[in-house]
């Protein structure tokens, strides 16, 4: 399985944008990029995911690197809420299961 | 929220007693996961299943087994507990192979004396 690195911590003020990196050198062509949360006590919950377009919901936006071998998670105005542990995750079409690594845990401040 | 319960949610044993934890679902997902929580180790993934009675083994299956008899309950079992199997245990499901998202419960803390 294809390997993500992520910051082990980040730092945040409320209101404020925060970009949240994930190198993925040895991402394959098949390859999704998805991204789950984990806030505090909780088990994790999906944010986001996309393929090769930049993609954006109503929690999150997505930005992928032409080459894929990196993307951003952007939280376009922090709160208090968004203070979790943040996993960026590969899987193709073909893979029954998610491997979770450490992820980057954000804080955020008021 | 794709109605997933644990059960127990806390549960204290001793070392070498045999422990089951449950975790049940009612949207009909197609696939179960078993998931346990360490400092420092994130997520890692224990076992999973794609059907009844078809599961498969994860990253850290050693000491654990599990089984499905019905498409709503996928159960861990902990033959012989022992104190590194002290842990934050996560159950998860996901709808088809094509549908990407997973649903977590809430978790069940378990810890071996």
């Known amino acids: 399985d294809a390997k993500t690195t992520q910051p082990n911590s980040m730092e945040s003020n409320e209101e404020e944008p925060v970009h949240l990196p994930c190198n993925h050198s040895?991402?394959?062509?098949?390859?999704?990029i998805h991204w789950y949360r984990q806030l505090p006590s909780q088990g994790p919950e999906y944010v986001i995911h996309g393929l090769t377009s930049n993609v954006n919901n109503r929690m999150a936006s997505l930005a992928i690197a032409e080459d894929r071998k990196s993307s951003t998670l952007i939280l376009h105005r922090a709160t208090l809420r968004d203070a979790a542990v943040y996993y960026c995750?590969?899987?193709?079409?073909?893979?029954?299961?998610?491997?979770f690594g450490t992820g980057t845990r954000l804080q955020v401040f008021p | 929220d794709a109605g997933i319960t644990q059960s127990p949610r806390h549960k204290v044993t001793e070392t070498g007693t045999p422990v089951t934890l449950r975790c049940h679902q009612t949207?009909?997902?197609?696939?179960m996961y078993w998931y346990r929580q360490d400092p420092g180790h994130g997520l890692r993934l224990i076992h999973y299943s794609y059907g009844v009675k078809d599961t498969d083994k994860g990253e850290v299956s050693d000491g654990y087994s599990v089984s499905r008899s019905k498409t709503e309950d996928f159960l861990l079992t902990l033959e012989s507990a022992t104190s590194s199997q002290t842990s934050v245990y996560f159950c998860a499901t996901r709808r088809g192979r094509t549908f990407y998202e997973q649903y977590f419960g809430p978790g069940t803390r378990l810890t071996v004396t």
């Open positions: 040895t991402i394959s062509g098949t390859d999704y």
């Open positions: 995750i590969l899987g193709s079409m073909d893979t029954d299961k998610l491997i």
């Open positions: 949207e009909n997902h197609r696939y």
